[in-house]
T-cell receptor, first 114, second 113 residues
Framework: KAGVTQTPRYLIKTRGQQVTLSCSPI?????VSWYQQTPGQGLQFLFE???????NKGNFPGRFSGRQFSNSRSEMNVSTLELGDSALYLC?????????????FGPGTRLTVL | AQTVTQSQPEMSVQEAETVTLSCTYD???????LFWYKQPPSRQMILVIR??????QNATENRFSVNFQKAAKSFSLKISDSQLGDAAMYFC??????????FGQGTELSVKP
């Protein structure tokens, strides 16, 4: 069974631009969560989607948004990029509600903002 | 708010020896889950072990075991017979069934041959 895939793997943008990251969960998984990883702040929860509904949201500004499609694939969008948005963005999927069952992580998308 | 603390930024162990990584957490919840994740240089997060708070028995997975002390809010990871492939960043994480994993700052483990 294929694992969680994230595209693109690497991305370079400039300040003020916007970016969309994609996550394809493991087949049959209905929950997708997003995390931001930086050297200074560590791993921080962005949001979780289950069956196309946002179930939880972390403490990030409104520039960070996401959505989930009927096939459980999820996208994350960051508008008006800032230098501090440079990070590794990790996506995780789970069969049921995240937290109750195991989450499987993708390889991440490395975003660099210049 | 729940917090997770890993007080050891770096640890080192000799191959074949045993090492223990520390983790403490703070919560007012009674039902929750605790995890140890491993992140090697490839950055792929891998679940090492999981503990349900309602279970008194400590979880074990082959060479990995935990010491879960609910009253003390402590959740340490013991790696026995350490191997070179165990070298990685290890994260302790908490989840209250709300879908949000709260991670500690991580402990970088190096394994010396």
């Amino acid at each position: 069974k294929a694992g969680v895939t994230q595209t693109p793997r690497y991305l370079i943008k400039t300040r003020g631009q916007q970016v969309t990251l994609s996550c394809s969960p493991i087949s049959g998984h209905r929950s997708v969560s997003w995390y931001q990883q930086t050297p200074g702040q560590g791993l921080q929860f962005l949001f979780e989607y289950f069956s196309e509904t946002q179930r939880n949201k972390g403490n990030f500004p409104g520039r960070f948004s996401g959505r989930q499609f009927s096939n459980s694939r999820s996208e994350m969008n960051v508008s008006t990029l800032e230098l501090g948005d440079s990070a590794l963005y990790l996506c995780a999927s789970s069969r049921g509600l995240a937290g109750v069952v195991e989450q499987f992580f993708g390889p991440g998308t490395r975003l660099t903002v210049l | 708010a729940q917090t997770v603390t890993q007080s050891q930024p770096e640890m080192s162990v000799q191959e074949a020896e045993t090492v223990t990584l520390s983790c403490t957490y703070d919560t007012s919840e009674s039902d929750y889950y605790l995890f140890w994740y491993k992140q090697p240089p490839s950055r792929q997060m891998i679940l090492v072990i999981r503990q349900e708070a309602y279970k008194q028995q400590n979880a074990t997975e082959n060479r990995f075991s935990v010491n879960f002390q609910k009253a003390a809010k402590s959740f340490s990871l013991k790696i026995s017979d350490s191997q070179l492939g165990d070298a990685a960043m290890y994260f302790c994480a908490y989840n209250n069934q709300g879908g949000k994993l709260i991670f500690g700052q991580g402990t970088e483990l190096s394994v010396k041959p």
